[in-house]
């Protein structure tokens, strides 16, 4: 039965996260997220995780044994409208949390769920993901970087770069190759790496805008002991598409983030006074305004299909695509309409930064084929 | 937050999907009526009658199923599916919409006809300035350019502006003094009619609210919005078969990367249409004044992309889909006057442009 409200329990949730951040997030550290990638900005916004966390604001999701509070979806779903329309900066290990927390409750050692799962959600140790490489962007599965058993232990070689959080990190969920002569995909596994080891190089890769979020990362026969495997050998591609069975809500961030980045273009237009009369700036406004909230939709839709039984995939592949798109043009308009003029440049660089939402994490592209064979049925080139 | 279809729902949009493909298909109905001003036949208005969809809308206890907007948009996106030519949309939606809006006015006997089929009625929108002398019983004066199934439709019914915002008149089409002239247009799928009324006899039903008259006007574009919906569905559903199967160097051509993005482009649009119509239908019956107003006028303003579906199938089909013979023309041109239906969508992208402004400065 269509209905888009939600039950009154998970707007009592709302409100409950909503006056907690209205009572302890400050402009302090709403600004400091446009300066995570300098030191100062970084702690700033790693003691404000610590913060969240200690009042289990961090990693909802989770089963309270982990420190979470065994969130429903909808619960998920109200957690990000709120922590993202209240511009509380994410969590510093957000990829860990996300991505690299289901695999160790489900792969790890019960010493590691316990130790390595309270400071990641802490932000106590920084945690990065190396998946690509030079020669493995859209390609992951053509990886490279080896990692070689001997006695009990594996020796690692090779590179991974667009590591985000590589040159800080305390940890590396690192994706290897373990058996060069299989399939590509049966011959990689997954290893919980200390940064400190040696032999590890981390170099910042600063990007177009100029800002290092992150790195290339150098492993020179390092040696790790056997027990840092995660997962079976060999069967690293299933831990690394383990799903994320507890942030089922995640899309949710697709549609909110656009949302308030228009209302803050919008907020900047009116702040001078008087509202927009320019019917061209009103139409390139609506156009935005219909797709984020149709994007919105879309988003609720994969959320709804996962709840009842339905199949989330296609909403999910064509939001992420819908997303990329719609964030570009919102910057394009944003610069477009303020030009250089903003006294911190603030647009600029979203006009910037926003080339990568077509491409991180996969780039437009590669999603569109995905969809097209996947959800269309149509043959593989 | 459930936003999937009950199963009763999907039962509806099976019926009415086996009853169209079967008595009403595009190229035995839908083709024979293109240049017919009434656009249905007494079988599948009767048939429709039969299934409850004419009725769906009107209350119960006035011999109606007393469903709700989000069941009329799973019969809606079945009609533009198939392209239906018929006043289902006039009769159906806005005709019982209407009624229900007026304050005061006995309607019960117009909504039993509406309700089994024997009466079709259908709404002029926007609210017209014609000319109205006497009382309860009046005769309207002036012309309508365009009203929506005018000539199939035994009852016109018409806002007119007065005073306190509007009053709802009905006007039969057997009268004297009422000339419903039918309009060629793009789509002839879609049937339009000039009225002229010089002294034609009119019943005052009630007035109507400006609220009420916004409500009506965000309904009868929802409703053509889920019109619109199935007819994309439609016609990207038959350029991805057609993908499939055209084999050109050697392989389908649904295999090249620059015809598969062309599919997924249609598939997101339409998909963005789809939640845009779920939501609009849902809160035209669920949700506050101001989120069923943004929801109607976004579906509308996206309706430049929507028929962009029509014109990316056709790409797909490539010469076969420019022929008069080939299906595609007419779900393009389905397309296009849901874009041009009371307006462009332009006019609706600045007005949801203004809502927005006018949510950040309140």
């Not at chain 1, 302890?24 to 100062?40: Q, S, Y």
């Not at chain 1, 709120?82 to 994410?90: D, G, K």
């Not at chain 2, 598969?260 to 849902?282: K, P, S, Y």
């Amino acid at each position: 039965m269509v209905d888009f409200s939600l039950p009154p329990e998970t707007e009592r949730f709302r409100s409950e996260l909503r006056d907690w951040l209205a009572t302890n997030l400050t402009g302090d550290v709403v600004a400091a997220h446009r300066r995570i990638a300098d030191d100062e900005g970084f702690e700033v916004v790693r003691q404000w995780n610590r913060r969240m966390a200690d009042a289990r604001w961090v990693a909802i999701s989770w089963p309270e044994e982990y420190g979470g509070r065994g969130a429903t979806v909808l619960e998920q779903l109200v957690y990000v409208e709120e922590t993202v329309r209240a511009r509380s900066p994410l969590p510093v290990n957000v990829i860990g949390l996300n991505n690299i927390a289901p695999a160790i409750m489900r792969y790890g050692t019960e010493e590691q769920k316990r130790t390595l799962l309270p400071r990641m959600m802490r932000a106590d140790d920084v945690w990065c993901q190396g998946m690509s490489e030079p020669e493995a962007g859209s390609d992951l599965a053509s990886l490279r970087t080896r990692a070689t058993a001997d006695g009990d232990e594996f020796v690692i070689s090779g590179q991974k770069t667009w590591t985000s959080l590589g040159h800080r990190a305390d940890y590396c969920q690192l994706f290897v190759r373990t058996d060069p002569g299989a399939p590509k995909h049966k011959g990689i596994s997954c290893l919980v790496v200390d940064m400190r080891l040696p032999g590890i190089e981390a170099r910042p890769l600063p990007t177009l805008n100029g800002e290092t979020h992150f790195a290339e990362v150098f492993f020179d026969d390092v040696r790790v002991p056997a027990t840092a495997l995660l997962g079976p050998l060999n069967g690293g591609w299933g831990v690394a598409t383990t799903t994320l069975s507890h942030e089922r809500a995640n899309a949710a961030r697709l549609y909110v983030e656009q949302q308030v980045r228009l209302r803050e273009l919008v907020a900047e237009l009116v702040a001078g006074g008087g509202g927009v009369e320019d019917p061209v700036a009103l139409q390139r406004l609506g156009e935005l305004a219909v797709r984020a909230d149709l994007l919105e939709v879309l988003c609720k839709r994969s959320v709804s299909a996962d709840l009842h039984g339905g199949d989330p995939f296609a909403s999910a592949s064509l939001a992420k695509t819908v997303w990329g798109e719609l964030g570009q043009d919102v910057a394009a308009f944003a610069f477009d309409t303020f030009g250089l003029d903003a006294d911190d440049g603030r647009w600029a660089e979203l006009r910037l930064s926003a080339r990568s939402l077509t491409i991180a994490g996969g780039t437009t592209q590669v999603n569109k084929n995905i969809t097209a064979q996947r959800v269309l049925g149509l043959p593989r080139p | 937050m459930n936003l999937e279809l009950s199963d009763e729902q999907l039962a509806l949009r099976d019926a009415v999907r086996r009853f169209l493909t079967e008595r009403a298909p595009v190229a035995g109905h839908v083709r024979a009526l293109l240049d017919d001003p009434v656009g249905t036949t007494d079988g599948v208005w009767h048939g429709l009658a039969a299934l409850g969809a004419t009725g769906l809308l009107v209350p119960e206890r006035h011999g109606g199923a007393g469903m709700g907007m989000v069941e009329a948009g799973v019969v809606l996106e079945e009609l533009g599916r198939a392209l239906d030519p018929g006043p289902w949309s006039s009769s159906a939606v806005a005709a019982p919409r209407a009624l229900r809006a007026v304050e005061g006015g006995d309607v019960a006997k117009l909504l039993a006809g509406i309700a089994d089929g024997s009466v079709v009625a259908t709404v002029a929108l926007p609210v017209t300035d014609l000319s109205v002398a006497g009382g309860d019983e009046a005769t309207l004066e002036g012309t309508i350019a365009e009203v929506p199934d005018a000539a199939a439709a035994q009852v016109l019914l018409l806002p007119v502006a007065e005073a306190a915002c509007a009053a709802l008149f009905a006007v039969e089409t057997s009268a004297p003094g009422v000339t419903v002239t039918p309009l060629r247009r793009v789509d002839g799928s879609r049937k339009q009619a000039r009225v002229t009324l010089v002294g034609a006899p009119a019943e005052r039903l009630g007035s109507l609210s400006a609220a009420a008259v916004e409500a009506l006007f965000d309904d009868v574009l929802v409703a053509r919005g889920a019109d619109a919906l199935g007819a994309a569905q439609a016609v990207l559903e038959l350029a991805v078969a057609y993908a499939k199967a055209r084999v050109q160097f050697g392989q389908p051509i649904g295999a090249f990367q620059a015809v598969q993005h062309l599919c997924v482009d249609m598939l997101e649009t339409v998909e963005l249409a789809r939640g845009g119509v779920l939501h609009a239908l849902w809160a035209a019956d669920h949700a506050d004044a101001a989120t069923r107003h943004l929801a109607a006028t976004e579906l509308k303003a996206f309706a430049g992309h929507l028929a962009h579906v029509g014109d990316m199938a056709i790409q797909v089909f490539g010469g076969i889909g420019y022929t008069w013979e080939h299906d595609a023309q007419l779900y393009l041109k389905r397309l296009l006057s849901w874009s041009a239906f009371l307006g462009s969508p332009d006019r609706y992208l600045v007005e949801t442009g203004r809502l927005l402004v006018r949510s950040q400065t309140r």
